[in-house]
Every structure is written in C-alpha cells, then in structure tokens.
C-alpha cells in the first residue's frame, strides 16, 4: 500500500485543477445565476472521484447532489455535507483578481467559493480518490450530500427532510467541514453551533412624512417611537425580554471546554480596531455559550446628503437573535413579539428566518477519531470548542436524523467567506484531504462509531 500523503501530493495539481474548474462556474442561489451548470459539474467531478452512485434529488428549490460508496453494510455511515451554491461576487472592484477566475497568491486560492464551501467540499472527493490510489481500504460507508441553497435560507433541505428522506436512514455521523477553523490557526473541532432567528419591526404613525416645524411636537414620529421601543429590550449587553433565557442547556464541560480555547484578547481588538469589549463576560462564553440580541439596522426618515427637516412617518428595524442549545426559535419569536407589543401594540413584528440551535455530546466517539486524524496530519494539538458561533443548516440533520453532527472547518481564519478575495490556503485545502483520507481509513476500523450513548 502507498503512503496517502504522497498519492496525495503527487495528485495534488490535478485536484487543483478540478477544484479551479468548479470555482469558475458561478453558482449564486440568491439569483440562480449558474446553479444547474454547477450541480451537473458537480455531479461528474465526484462520478470521476470514487464515488459509486451519483445523482441529483430535486428540491423545491435547488438540486441535492448526492453520492455514495457503500462497503459493508454492518459498517457505519458517515454523511459529509457540504454546499455549492455561493453568495454573489459583490463589488466587483473590490476584488483584486475577478471571482470566478481563480488564482493563486501568496500562497492561497482565490475565488468565490474557494473556503465556502466548493473547496472544503471537494476535500472528502478527492480523499477517496487519494484512498483508492494508494490501495488504502475505506473502513465505513461514505455518503456526500450537498446542497444548492446554504447561502438563501436552506429551504430545499428543508423540504427533502420533510419528504422522509430514506436514503440517509443509515447514517451514523454528519460530519460538515464549513467555515473557518480557530483563529490560532490550529486544526479546529466543534460540536454544534448557536441557532439564529431574524426578525424585522415595521412602526407607522401618520400617513406621510411631515415637515418638523410645522407639525413638531404634537405629532408622533416614527423614528423616535421606534428607537425607544428598541431600547426596552436591552439592559446592557443583555435581552431584557421575559422568559429569553429560561431554557438554555449549558453544561460545566462545555465551561471547561471554553476555557481551554486559545485567547489573545489585545489581537482581537488590533484586528478588529477596537478600543473595548461591549461585555464583561469571558470572550468566548459570552461569543459562543450565551444568546444575543442584535439590532442589524434601522431605516426611517432621510439619511441623505444636508438636512430635511421632516418628522418620518415610517421606520423599520430588523434584529437578529444567535440562540444556544435548547433555545426555540419559534418560542422565542413569541417572547420578543409580545415583548414589543406590549409596549407598542400597533409595530408590526415579522419572523424572517430560523436556524435551531445544534449541540452534540461531547463525549460522542466520533470525536476521537476526528482529533487523531488532525493529529497525524497537522502534527499540532487540535482546538476544541462546544459551539460555533455562527448558525449552520447542519442543525437540520441533528434535528431529522437523531446523529451526532460534528463541525469540521478546513478553512484558514482569515478566509473572507462572503467578503471580496475570499481565498483558502493551499496548505489548508491539501491538509482537508488528507484529514478526510485519515478519518475514513480509521472510522469503523474499531468500536470508535458515532453513538450519543
């Protein structure tokens, strides 16, 4: 048998490669400008890399892509999930090379959708590529399932798992390897991820904008009743909303987990161009063990050049809540609306959008295979943190499978995911592979499978 490391350095200009053909191919869910050239491409890319069956399951949105390389069926089932589509370019100044023309600097990938997600996606294809070059025998079921809509809400995953999807009735683990990893730059694995739930107020007072001089005073305005109504649900840098906080299920190991997390408090605000934190609390317990409250924006009246003296009739804010396990989103929907008509009850209050929150034991065996896999590629000690904080559709699986779900972030921190000149490093996108190849030599060679007992 050859050493997986060097098949994967002798192929590494060809994954290259097929990886720059995927990054050229625009796939922006949000518009669908080139989502189905993506998914057919995808569709031969993982044909042409080890994987058995392959095919698109439509949804009501976007297409699924699908695979699989089943080996035994008594052997566990790992789902890699990932996502084509990406956000749209942006700025097209902004980018000192065009997003969908791949290139190479100093040592990084640049293009739309170079770390999130088509890069981090492709690691697990050309890992099992990598595997049957080297004669290397794949110890469990490897089943990919990506989908064309992580960038608008998810909504076609959504609607295959409410069509009793049976093809992932045998998965044992879902294992997502999407955003960044610590900012030390270590190899990073986390356990589940803070859930989201967008909200947007509409207030309305006259029928038009009034001019101030003339009507100032006795008349309400929109704005002004807006932001006093927004104030009522802050104390500090908390929720000062009845019952925000009541369910929440944190554990002492997640505390000691946090704990661990490498910290350099001044590096933050340097790169951040803060002077200050807006909290007291320990960093990452209050980043990644505590909900939040976000104001995203407020719009009402004029904001344009000079003055317009004018009392505005209309004013819009639209909020968003970063929930941590055992939080509902829809039961908390319910707290902030009857929060803010109690003491407005003519604001208009609208749910945008949910994530659940997603939490796997941390004690799932899984886990040990994952850090041992980083281990022997990377030759550092991996990052292990409870939670992400940002949300991810993954919580979907966890919430329809009954699975532990384990978030594996290839990318460097610095990625810019969403952002001009997104890039992964070279190095990180060839280290994804080969974590991939170590995790599915070693998964279900052993008792380590992926229960929550």
């Not at 006259?206 to 006795?218: E, I, Q």
């Not at 659940?356 to 941390?362: E, G, I, R, S």
């Not at 904080?389 to 610095?414: I, K, Q, T, W």
Request: hydrophobic share 40%; with cysteine; glycine share 8%.
């Amino acid at each position: 048998m050859t050493d997986v490391k060097y098949v994967v350095e002798e192929r590494f200009e060809d994954y290259r490669e097929v990886l720059f053909e995927l990054l050229s191919q625009p796939s922006v869910s949000a518009t669908g400008e080139g989502m189905a050239e993506c998914a057919d491409l995808l569709v031969e890319t993982l044909v042409d890399h080890g994987f058995e069956t392959v095919e698109q399951l439509p949804t009501s949105r976007y297409p699924l892509v699908y695979a699989e390389r089943l080996v035994d069926e008594s052997a566990p089932t790992v789902l890699f999930y990932g996502h084509y589509d990406v956000q749209p370019p942006g700025d097209v100044d902004q980018w000192t090379t065009p997003a969908y023309e791949p290139t190479v600097r100093d040592g990084s990938i640049y293009a739309r959708g170079s770390g999130d997600n088509k890069g981090q996606l492709l690691t697990h294809a050309f890992a099992m590529d990598a595997l049957d070059a080297a004669g290397a025998e794949v110890t469990a079921n490897v089943k990919l399932f990506i989908e064309g809509g992580e960038e608008s809400g998810s909504k076609g995953l959504i609607n295959y798992f409410g069509d009793d999807p049976d093809r992932l009735s045998d998965v044992d683990l879902v294992y997502v390897a999407d955003g960044p990893m610590h900012r030390s730059r270590r190899p990073t694995l986390i356990y589940g991820n803070r859930g989201i739930l967008s909200v947007q107020l509409d207030h309305r007072t006259a029928a038009d904008d009034l001019h101030s001089g003339n009507f100032g005073g006795p008349v309400p305005n929109a704005a002004n009743e807006l932001v006093g109504l927004l104030a009522t649900a802050f104390e500090g840098d908390q929720a000062a909303i009845e019952g925000f906080y009541d369910d929440m299920m944190i554990t002492e190991a997640d505390r000691e987990m946090i704990a661990e997390i490498p910290l350099d408090e001044g590096a933050i605000k340097e790169e951040l161009g803060l002077d200050r934190f807006a909290t007291e609390t320990a960093y990452y317990e209050r980043l990644l063990l505590e909900p939040t409250l976000t104001i995203n924006g407020i719009t009402g009246g004029y904001g344009g050049e000079g003055m317009k003296t004018i009392i505005p009739n209309e004013a819009t804010a639209k909020l968003d809540m970063r929930l941590v396990p055992n939080q509902d989103p829809d039961k908390i929907f319910e707290l902030v609306e009857a929060h803010f008509h109690e003491h407005a009850s003519d604001v208009e209050v609208t749910k945008l959008g949910t994530f659940p929150p997603m939490k796997t034991p941390l004690d799932t065996p899984a886990a040990d295979v994952i850090l041992e896999a980083f281990r022997d590629v990377w030759d550092l000690e991996p990052v292990e943190m409870p939670l992400l904080g940002g949300s991810l559709p993954a919580a979907h699986f966890r919430e329809n499978l009954d699975v532990p779900v384990l978030v594996v972030p290839y990318a460097n921190p610095d990625q810019g995911n969403h952002s001009p000149d997104e890039h992964i490093d070279v190095g990180c996108f060839r280290k994804g592979i080969e974590v991939s190849a170590a995790f599915m030599r070693s998964y279900g060679s052993d008792s380590t499978v992926a229960g929550d007992e």
